[in-house]
């Protein structure tokens, strides 16, 4: 690989969370004046700055694509020789231990196609600023750690751009002669700059207030375009259930008196916490039935959720350096999550979450990307926004949450927000004041943020008649990861709870932590064999392998009362008959139609808790259970599986389908809840192959007055073949062509499909005249969804890595970000077959020859190979 590198790019150079130094200039305070046009905006800044320790180095001010049309210190211009330009950076040599610094430099925001600094979408002028945009904005100490007091002004053509924010508080506003207006903002809260953040453009407002517990009145904002405006009712109710869910829970209080939230079309992740001036992407925002599925309203729910929690879990208490990441994502997801499990069921959430950490965290920590929660090193740092930092980070609070308790953990909590307010923090901050507040001991506990990849345990338990009594023997593993060859053991954190499987009842649920490579537990009393539950709730985030026999899983899955273990239950039944069948052993499928059936009969179950545990492991979960994957014997097993569920409980499908059809819109949980288990149900009737199966789907398509059935009808069609297949993809076009966020779910369902011919639909679709790779929805609509589709994506004559390759490199040109995040797919090919494996490296290596390429998709291409 290394020399490869060198004959295309010079290697990007790999920045260490060792070197970590305190900055040596600091920036109490920043005055910017934005003179504000997409083809060329001025940009002046006034940096206070003061040295910052006995040191004699230079001030480095960060730049990317900038050049500095003026220097001045002190109000005097400084000559060109006092100061030179350093790998982007403005390097100044000055006297004194404190001074005034201003710059100016000229942005042209609608070229800027990275989507990062003062960009252009749809007619807004926006910015994007986390990790390293403000260096394209001004020169300034580019890093987390540095904090400083904005006042930022902001001139623009009234009629073009006659909404001016920012962050903070608006102070003051004026017309000049020319057309043009001006807004002047304060932000009293130090920040870093990666929260700063200007929108100008043409606005509508759904204004609302929050009343503080210490009774002060906040004015709430959603900015969106004059037309979606009635689409932000769902996002405004979110703000403001956050908001007193955090007064609730944590006892924190929104801290200025305005808060203001702008949908943009054009954005390269979810949202952005700025202060006190949220940006989204209009698919977190937008929300309504005609338009938005269920899922949409509760990512909606969350993402409003999380960027409003980051208002002290990042922003009061923001990250030293990019190595402490988790530290305000994995402790912000963990908030959101709580919430929406709050506003709806905690059982299916956390079967969602679970869902979600094994699809997109698991396999990247078995992978080449593999990193720690607090990594090590990295090239590039947009490419650690990950599931690892987010979802794993989440997991890991969890667990110290669960250790703790709910009041010590509160202790805790308030401690960490106490003794860092106002502070750049550390990951070992946190889990000090964990320790400090929540009375805990987490010392082996810390190996989770140092040690990368999935804990394996063996659980077995031994029965003795006797003395009547069993033993759980655990035993751990962490496998290696790069750099990473040999672990240590972790504390690991199981809830356990042993059931009689006459009476299907057990004496308690207890919490075991694992410590050592190896331990037994104890437990007296039974004078028959118990059957064994663990990891209830997903206790921690590893592997569980049990010998549990299907007439256990069986029961469990019936009898548990633990919702995510019967949930687990199922799952593990299913994937046993699968991945027998996978590999052409004897399976009882019949054990799954039985399980289903009782699962069905279950009338004090929740449906939306019934479609969770109904539901087939994907592709990938089974993909990711083998040694060596291999999709089309897995999509056979799968869909084989699927069919008999679908012929052998035929009638209950009709029923459930034709009962759970609701008269009235509604998105409360019950509704919401009905509609999962019905779009189930129409799924595993057309898998049975009814020739009215079509039919059934075509009109609830038709019929539907909400997106969730609609969709889900359009998805189950997308699968096979049929002239109702043809004509719904054809009204869904006609129907939606306007509406980008809806057209993505054109895109998306038709790349997700289980056709055989998925690949070819997906190169077609990449040449239709509504794909876009200046769109991060779009590319990730076609081909973020493809490269989640196994069967598809693997195609064994190779033309899936291909179009994905090639996207990868016409991206890249454009917006390194969004092409990175397309690379991980094929780095999975020490999981295939040779014949897969070589067609996968050999784009890698394509990708990697590519002249020019970013820095992003250099490191994600290159580590993908090792
Ligand atoms: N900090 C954002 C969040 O998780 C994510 C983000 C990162 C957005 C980088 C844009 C750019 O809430
Ligand atoms: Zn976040």
């Known amino acids: 690989m290394a020399d490869m590198l060198s004959t295309t790019t010079a290697a990007p150079s790999v920045i260490r969370r060792s070197d970590y130094r305190s900055p040596d200039w600091l920036v109490p305070h920043i005055d910017l004046e934005f003179d504000l046009d997409p083809a060329l905006t001025r940009v002046r800044a006034q940096l206070s700055v003061t040295r910052n320790g006995g040191h004699d180095h230079p001030l480095r001010l960060d730049g990317d694509g900038i050049v500095p049309l003026e220097v001045m210190v002190d109000g005097r211009p400084v000559s060109p020789d006092s100061w030179h330009l350093e790998a982007g950076a403005l390097i100044l040599t000055l006297p004194g231990d404190a001074h005034l610094v201003e710059t100016l430099v000229e942005l042209v925001p609608e070229s800027n196609s990275k989507l990062m600094g003062l960009y252009a979408s749809g007619g807004l002028l926006c910015t994007q600023c986390e990790a390293e945009g403000f260096r394209r904005i001004t020169f300034f100490p580019d890093r987390p750690d540095v904090l400083s007091r904005y006042s930022v002004r902001m001139t623009a053509d009234k009629a073009r751009f006659p909404i001016l924010l920012a962050n903070g508080d608006p102070i ?298 069993v033993e759980l023997v655990l035993e751990q593993s962490l496998p290696p990861t790069p750099g990473q060859p040999v672990k240590q053991p972790m504390a690991i954190p199981l809830r356990v709870a042993l059931f009689n499987p006459v009476t299907a009842t057990h004496h308690g649920d207890e919490l075991l932590i694992l410590t050592d490579a190896r331990e037994s537990f104890a437990f007296s009393g039974f004078a028959t064999p118990p059957i064994l539950s663990i990891n209830r709730g997903f206790s921690a985030p590893v592997i569980i392998q049990t010998d549990r026999s299907q007439a256990d899983l069986a029961f469990l899955s019936a009898h548990d009362d633990d919702p995510f273990a019967r949930y687990e239950a199922m799952q593990q039944l299913m994937v046993n008959v699968l991945i027998a069948r996978t590999s052409g052993r004897p399976a009882d499928e019949q054990a799954v139609v039985d399980a289903i059936r009782y699962t069905l009969t279950d009338t004090a179950l929740d449906p939306a808790f019934v479609a969770e545990v109904i539901r087939l492991p994907s592709e990938a979960y089974l993909g990711d259970q083998m040694t060596r994957v291999e999709p089309d014997a897995i999509h056979t097993a799968r869909e084989a599986l699927q069919t008999r569920i679908g012929v052998d409980l035929e009638h209950m499908w009709r029923d459930i389908h034709a009962g759970t059809k609701a008269n009235i819109f509604s998105t409360s949980p019950a509704a919401k809840g009905a509609r999962k288990l019905r779009n189930a149900a129409l799924h595993y009737l057309a898998a049975s192959g009814a020739s009215d199966g079509p039919a059934i789907a075509f009109a609830q398509f038709s019929e539907a007055d909400n997106m969730t059935e609609r969709q889900a009808a359009l998805g189950t069609l997308a699968n096979g073949h049929s002239a109702e297949r043809d004509a719904a993809l054809d009204i869904f076009y006609n129907r939606y062509c306007d509406d980008a966020l809806t057209l993505d779910k054109w895109f998306q369902t038709q790349a997700f499909s289980l056709h055989p011919d998925t690949a070819d639909h997906v190169a077609a679709l990449a040449l239709h005249k509504d794909f876009t790779l200046a769109n991060p929805n779009r590319v990730r609509a076609l081909f973020g969804a493809f490269s989640a589709n196994q069967w598809a994506f693997h195609h064994r004559s190779g033309k899936g890595y291909r179009m994905v390759a090639d996207c990868i490199i016409a991206l890249d040109k454009l917006n390194p970000q969004t092409a990175a995040r397309l690379v991980p797919p094929l780095g999975r090919w020490k999981r295939f077959d040779e014949g897969r494996a070589s067609l996968m490296r050999a784009e890698l290596q394509r990708i990697l020859a590519e002249p020019g390429l970013s820095k992003d998709v250099t490191e994600q291409a290159s580590k993908s190979l090792n």
């Not at 009635?230 to 200025?256: C, F, I, Q």
């Not at 920590?365 to 794993?392: C, Q, W």
């Not at 990951?427 to 320790?435: H, I, L, R, T, W």
């Open 172 to 469: 003051d506003r004026g017309d000049l002669d020319d057309g043009r207006h001006w807004a002047v903002w304060h932000d009293p809260f130090p920040k870093p700059c990666y929260l700063f953040a200007l929108v100008a453009g043409d606005l509508a407002c759904n204004a609302d207030q929050f009343v503080t517990a210490s009774g002060r009145t906040v004015q709430l904002g959603i900015w969106v375009k004059e037309s979606d405006l009635p689409r932000t009712g769902h996002a405004m109710t979110a703000l403001k259930n956050s908001m007193a869910w955090d007064e609730r829970v944590y006892g924190r209080e929104y801290d200025l008196d305005v808060f203001n939230i702008v949908a943009v079309a054009d954005f390269n992740f979810g949202a952005m916490e700025n202060k006190g001036l949220n940006i989204f992407n209009s698919r977190y925002i937008l929300a309504d039935p005609e338009t938005a599925t269920d899922i949409d309203y509760d990512g909606v729910e969350g993402v409003v959720a999380h960027e409003y929690f980051h208002n002290w879990s990042g922003n009061r208490v923001t990250c030293r350096d990019w190595f402490q990441l988790s530290l305000k994502e994995g402790f912000t997801v963990f908030r959101d999550q709580n919430f929406s499990a709050d506003m709806g069921s905690h059982a299916v959430k956390r079967i969602e979450d679970v869902r979600v950490l094994r699809a997109a965290q698991f396999p990247e920590d078995s992978g080449p990307l593999a990193h720690p929660v607090r990594p090590e090193s990295y090239m590039e740092i947009s490419n650690f926004y990950t599931a690892t930092i987010y979802n794993k980070g989440a997991e890991l609070i969890r667990m110290i949450a669960l250790i703790a308790g709910p009041e010590r953990f509160r202790a805790g909590a308030d401690l960490y927000f106490d003794r860092h307010d106002g502070e750049a923090a550390t990951c070992e901050d946190f889990v000090q004041a964990m320790e400090d507040g929540a009375g805990l001991d987490l010392g082996q506990f810390r190996l989770w943020y140092e040690q990368a990849g999935t804990p394996r345990v063996q659980a077995s338990l031994i029965h003795d008649p006797v003395t009547e009594s």
